[in-house]
């Protein structure tokens, strides 16, 4: 080591390298701190809006699924109206076939509110028995109907888009022994 003010020698290599004065380190040391601060300031804000986004779409997620629904049930109103006006005939004024027609209407609006929501319904009479969109409630001999196809439907089928909601209930032909 020399005396020369501020410089050291490595005596394992021929360079010099110089000390800053304590003076430039306490600066470097306030700079260094100023930079952690602002630093942490900036990661703090990162995670308050990160944690404020992710609120915002758990708050979003929970309203449309709590109002998925609102607008079919806005469609089946009119065909709710439309049964209580059928249950409020008086039958024996007015007659059956005002009765019979009026349910037959509303049938068919029920339908078009399935139909705006792609609702399908699956009626596999005479069809081949698919066990994938029908439930075989039981088998009969038929001479009219083929083996394996549907004689009767017990109770009809829907599809969501092209997702099975509920099968078909259906009697199946067997073959004749």
């Known amino acids: 080591m020399s005396g020369d003010g501020g410089q050291t020698e490595d005596k394992n290599a021929d360079v010099a390298v110089e000390t800053p004065a304590p003076e430039a380190l306490m600066a470097e040391v306030e700079k260094l701190r100023a930079e952690l601060a602002e630093n942490r300031e900036r990661m703090l804000r990162a995670v308050a809006e990160s944690d404020n986004v992710r609120r915002r779409a758990e708050q979003d997620a929970a309203q449309a699924k709590k109002f998925a629904l ?24 007015q007659g059956i076939d005002a009765f019979v027609a009026g349910v037959d209407l509303t049938l068919k609006l029920m339908d078009s509110v399935l139909e705006k929501f792609s609702v399908t319904v699956v009626d596999p009479v005479g069809q081949r028995f698919n066990p994938e969109q029908q439930q075989a409630m039981t088998m009969i001999e038929s001479d009219t109907v083929p083996a394996n196809h549907v004689v009767e439907v017990v109770q009809k089928g829907f599809l969501l888009h092209d997702r099975l909601l509920r099968p078909a209930l259906v009697v199946v032909a067997k073959g004749r022994p």
């Not at 049964?83 to 005939?89: D, K, M, P, W």
């Open 70 to 93: 609102e607008r079919f049930a806005a469609e089946l109103l009119p065909v709710r109206d439309s049964l209580e006006r059928a249950g409020a005939i008086d039958r024996d004024a």
